[in-house]
């Protein structure tokens, strides 16, 4: 059976957009809607000394960014006659998350990318793809990163995380 509303959790990262790509090209075939979906991982509760750091307002700019990213994704695909959707959300279980739209939104395939933007978070929490793997109640394409794109991806992750 050809999906009708797939999901494509994006995070900006060049792996994510490569599974967008393919979901657009299934999404195109099939004549499919595209629900992108951005979750920010919600910031732990700081103790009170850092609350000079206006966490409320960084989660602000990041939701703000994300929205304008996503909407220019809808703007792209549009022009390539891919109808989509945006939904943008916190969670503290990203993977879980996904899925948990997925199941309410009805969708008949999930496209994710096994590398995202996670870096060293994935020995903490897990990856999220395998998350959804396990959990999701519909079909999950999984686009593996070449070595040659994990290993460039991990690099700027790491650079990015030690700045």
Known sequence: MPPKRIVCPIDFSDHSQDALIVATDLAARYQAEILLVH?????PKLPSLST???EAEYEAQ???EAKRRLEESVRQLAQKGV???VLLGTANDVGMEIVRVGEHHQADLIVIATHGTSGW???VFGSVAEKV????HCPVLVLRASPESKSAAE???LASTTV
């Open 62 to 64: 990041l939701q703000e």
């Open 39 to 43: 979750i920010v991982p919600m910031l």
């Open 133 to 136: 793997v396990h959990a999701a």
């Open 121 to 123: 978070n994935k020995f």
């Open 155 to 157: 690099s700027s992750n």
């Open 83 to 85: 109808r989509a959707e």
């Open 52 to 54: 000079l750091f206006k």
